[in-house]
């Protein structure tokens, strides 16, 4: 069966940046047909979608982050990133990836939001900010 592994989670200070990695077991024509996005749960709260890009490389953001992470996805090593930039304690949460099945070259923000929309999901990788 294949697997999302994340990596890359860790203790920062607000200000600092820190970039995520997923990792997809899977074939690589698998990955290359599928959406991928990243999801977040805090403490008491909802999981919540972060950011993702569709097939052809377009990018989604939730408000609370944009213009400060960024996306990205090689298909040659089956990887989806994540690059955090001015973090803030609010950030602090359980970081999710998520892969859709096969999809269309073009996504929409409502599509890639949806939990339901995931048929493949990570452990999840810890992120804390400290104030």
């Known amino acids: 069966q294949a697997l999302l592994v994340e990596s890359g989670g860790g203790l920062v200070q607000v200000g600092e940046s820190l970039k995520l990695s997923c990792a997809y077991t899977?074939?690589?024509?698998?990955?290359?047909?599928?959406?991928m996005s990243w999801f977040r749960q805090a403490p008491g709260k909802e999981r919540e979608f972060v950011a993702g890009?569709?097939?052809?490389?377009?990018?989604y953001y939730g408000d609370s982050v944009k213009g400060r992470f960024t996306i990205s996805r090689d298909n040659a090593k089956n990887t989806v990133s994540l690059q955090m930039n001015s973090l803030k304690p609010d950030d602090t949460a359980v970081y999710f990836c998520?892969?859709?099945?096969?999809?269309?070259?073009?996504?929409?923000?409502?599509?890639?939001?949806?939990?339901?929309?995931?048929?493949?999901w990570g452990q999840g990788t810890q992120v804390t900010v400290s104030s």
């Open positions: 998520a892969k859709t099945p096969r999809t269309a070259f073009y996504a929409n923000f409502q599509y890639l939001a949806a939990q339901r929309t995931y048929e493949t």
């Open positions: 899977g074939r690589t024509r698998t990955f290359s047909e599928a959406a």
């Open positions: 890009i569709d097939r052809s490389g377009g990018t």
